[in-house]
């Protein structure tokens, strides 16, 4: 289904899409991190603790520097304008919840007691860029005396100078959202750990690592989702993906952009459910 966008010029409009795209990426990745957390407070306790790090580390180099460009550069641009006033206001607000979530998370005696905060960060985050994607952007990206494009320029600017800023180089780019389903099993270059053909059904046997299904995540959310939760996968561990279909579209992605890195090995093959070991070297 396509969706119209408005904007007083196409560079703005493409601006726009890329802007709602990167805060898709940013919104996957907590989430695949936050659920990792969950699943291994459980399962892995020894992998819960790289995990929790590796969230607080996410969110001090990629989550809070985003919200202290969008506050420098597109924030005051939205002020200027009445009908966004009081919802930029309410957004600082937010903003600030986030900052005391993060600490939170920061100095949580353990992963067990960071569980909570690290769920109402998410939430909050996802309710966050639903309104900057519906109301705040689209209001700038119709102003014909704001250049929505240059905001955004001069925002990821200002993140690649940011110390410690890595996750958010990349802001202007990413279809991380679309979610192939018409894939072929095996022809994806991962390594198959029932040769790819035998379809054993192997998830009977349990398993203790942490365990990541995205059925019921968000279409435009599900690869960025599942992009945190591998970065939050520590060296020699792995994690287990739960499928709606065959992910081979998503196996080529984490394979380009990890190369060499994760070994994939089918646990059970459909028809309705697919079940995969994702493994790290």
Not at 95 to 111: E, I
Request: hydrophobic share 40%; with cysteine.
């Amino acid at each position: 289904m396509s969706v119209l966008t408005l904007a007083s010029d196409p560079e703005d409009a493409s601006a726009l899409q890329s802007a709602e795209a990167h805060h898709a990426r940013l919104a996957g990745e907590l989430a695949g991190r936050v659920k990792m957390l969950f699943t291994a407070v459980d399962r892995d306790p020894i992998a819960a603790e790289k995990i929790h790090a590796g969230l607080v580390a996410f969110c001090d180099g990629s989550l809070l520097p985003h919200a202290a460009a969008e506050e420098a550069v597109l924030y005051p641009a939205a002020r200027d304008m009445p009908e966004a006033r009081l919802l930029v206001e309410s957004l600082v607000g937010e903003h600030r919840c986030f900052g005391a979530l993060v600490d939170a998370l920061r100095t949580a005696p353990g992963p067990a007691a960071a569980v909570a905060d690290a769920r109402a960060l998410e939430v909050l985050f996802e309710e966050h860029v639903a309104k900057e994607n519906g109301l705040v952007l689209p209001l700038l990206a119709m102003a014909s005396e704001v250049s929505l494009a240059a905001l955004l320029s001069d925002m990821h600017s200002r993140l690649a100078n940011e110390p410690g800023s890595g996750s958010d180089q990349d802001a202007q780019g990413g279809q991380d959202g679309q979610d192939g389903q018409d894939g072929q099993d095996g022809q994806d270059g991962q390594s198959d750990g029932c040769g790819g053909q035998c379809g054993c059904g192997g998830a009977a046997e349990e398993t203790a690592e942490p365990e990541l299904d995205v059925r019921e995540v968000p279409h435009s959310l599900r690869h960025a989702t599942v992009f945190g939760a591998l970065d939050a996968v520590p060296a020699g561990t792995a994690m287990v993906l739960v499928a709606p279909h065959d992910p081979v579209p998503l196996l080529t992605q984490i394979e380009e952009r990890n190369p060499g890195v994760f070994v994939a090995e089918y646990l059970e093959r459909g028809p309705e459910t697919w079940r995969l070991r994702l493994s790290r070297r």
